[in-house]
């Protein structure tokens, strides 16, 4: 199954206090989120497209001494997360669309075989980890109800991976979207500054 991968990356990285999109964040390897994030991509032989979704200065400034496939293309992101997926889709060139936060440094290749797998069997996939808090649902600071974990699913990525034709035709009408599994702890999001300390990046970010 040959597919588009859009990688969501429009944030500005408010939750860690850097002053900049997060996904421009230097490992102490010298790469950047964005470029971990993509590479998973890069090595599978069925992505045939990657669309990056982010503001064009930043893109342009943080990633010019990359050197960039062919396969490759920008989109401008949008003021919200909803509009930056929609503006990304709209550049795609596959049936298939695997929708990643660019955030998201660590995706397995055992989960990317399994999303894979899960849309070869259906219209629309996300990637989740059981709940292990107890979630309260609360009104008027008041907790009004308390659902049952076992319903309850942590999403990995968002919105769901689906097919391109079906998003095209069923905008207004909706369609079932099926879960599977992944592995809590290596697509960790990279989001808040306990994240950074856990997996190495130098103590000072470069940012160009």
Do not use: W
Not at 36 to 65: G, L, W
């Amino acid at each position: 199954m040959e597919y588009s991968a859009l990688i969501v990356a429009a944030g500005q990285g408010r939750r860690m206090n850097l002053g900049y999109n997060k996904v421009f964040y230097t490992f102490a390897d010298g790469k950047n989120v964005l470029e971990k994030t993509m590479s998973i991509f890069e090595a599978d032989p069925r992505c045939r497209q990657i669309v990056i979704v982010t503001q064009r200065e930043d893109y342009f400034r943080c990633m010019r001494n990359r050197t960039q496939r062919g396969n490759v293309v920008f989109v401008e992101g949008g003021a919200t997360r909803q509009e930056s997926v929609f503006n990304g889709l709209m550049a795609v060139s596959e049936d298939y669309v695997l929708i990643h936060d660019g955030a998201r440094p660590f995706l397995e290749q055992a989960c990317l075989d399994r999303l894979c797998q899960c849309l070869s069997e259906h219209d629309a996939c996300l990637l989740t980890v059981p709940c292990k808090d107890t979630i309260k649902v609360i009104e008027e600071g008041r907790i009004k109800e308390t659902p049952n974990r076992s319903q309850l699913v942590q999403a990995q990525t968002k919105p769901p991976s689906l097919q391109y034709f079906l998003f095209a035709n069923r905008l207004k009408i909706g369609f079932p979207v099926y879960i599977f599994l992944g592995n809590p702890n290596p697509n960790l999001r990279v989001s808040r500054h306990k994240h950074r300390n856990n997996h190495q990046k130098q103590s000072r970010p470069h940012h160009n």
